[in-house]
């Protein structure tokens, strides 16, 4: 009759093709992102014509650090989870230095400031006039968004 057969395990074994995989998928971090918009948000947004690049590099979504082919793929990005979540997470200040050295007992805890983003604005509204805003949200008004 024989043995019943052992299930092969397909990936077991892989680890250099799950290290390549990880690197191919890695994002800029939120802390470039950071620096991004609060230095060069308007060079970003109008950039020369690269041939290398997704739509010729002139649909780049600020938040996320990604291309998009044409106007109405970056629109529909705009109402995606992913970039959401992205909203989301760059509402903290970053992580900074100064902090991990009070984390280590160098310092007093300072609470990272909230601040309110708004997604990019269009290219017509940014010749109009409508540019990338960092504003700080006072303690006050956070918590009258909580509740």
């Known amino acids: 009759m024989g043995k019943p057969q052992r299930r092969k395990k397909m990936h077991f074994g892989d680890t250099h093709l799950q290290r390549r995989w990880r690197t ?34 002139q649909f780049y979504c600020i938040h996320c650090a ?15 989870k992913v970039h959401k979540r992205r909203m989301k997470a760059l509402e903290l200040e970053p992580y900074t230095i100064e902090e991990s050295e009070r984390a280590a007992g160098h310092g007093s805890f300072k609470q990272p400031l909230r601040r309110k983003i708004e997604t990019q604005p269009s290219k017509e509204e940014f010749a109009s006039g409508k540019r990338v805003t960092l504003e700080v949200v006072s303690s006050k008004e956070e918590n009258a968004m909580e509740s």
Do not use: C, M, W
Request: hydrophobic share 30%; aromatic share 8%.
């Open 24 to 57: 191919r998928n890695r994002n800029r971090d939120l802390d470039l992102i950071d620096e991004d918009l609060q230095t060069k948000s308007e060079q970003l947004i109008h950039q020369n014509v690269d041939l290398e690049k997704p739509g010729f590099a």
């Open 66 to 80: 990604k291309y998009f082919i044409d106007d109405h793929s970056i629109q529909a990005h705009y109402k995606t």
